[in-house]
């Protein structure tokens, strides 16, 4: 099996943001079912881009689980928000790669009570 170390991006960061981690505004990343398995979805990562504006989560999931899973998405990035709260959540938009249509998007934000409220939006055919 041939493996392309460019195929690989790797960031050892611990606390303290990834290896130029705080210039990327934009991220795609695939998910798998072993995600689902942590606490914490992928947030933990994802918090060490400092600069995230945007990222794009690209599942593979049946569209009847799309409720399901949009409120699995928004509940780890609430409760990621909360244990870090210096995090600025980036937007969050969800694509599904087998129809091609974008689920939704999902923007958390501090209230002005210091709540956590997530604004969301249905997707549309891309």
Request: hydrophobic share 35%.
């Amino acid at each position: 099996m041939n493996r392309n170390p460019t195929n690989w991006l790797f960031f050892w960061a611990g606390d303290h943001g990834a290896d130029d981690g705080d210039k990327v505004e934009r991220l795609e990343l695939g998910v798998n079912e072993d995600l689902y398995a942590l606490k914490n979805f992928c947030w933990n990562e994802v918090r060490m881009f400092t600069h995230l504006k945007e990222i794009v989560l690209m599942v593979s999931e049946d569209e009847d689980d799309k409720d399901t899973l949009m409120r699995v998405y928004e509940t780890t990035a609430k409760r990621t928000r909360l244990g870090w709260p210096n995090w600025v959540v980036p937007m969050i938009k969800v694509k599904n790669t087998e129809e091609g249509t974008v689920w939704g998007q999902i923007r958390i934000q501090e209230s002005a009570d210091k709540n956590l409220v997530a604004e969301s939006a249905e997707g549309q055919e891309e």
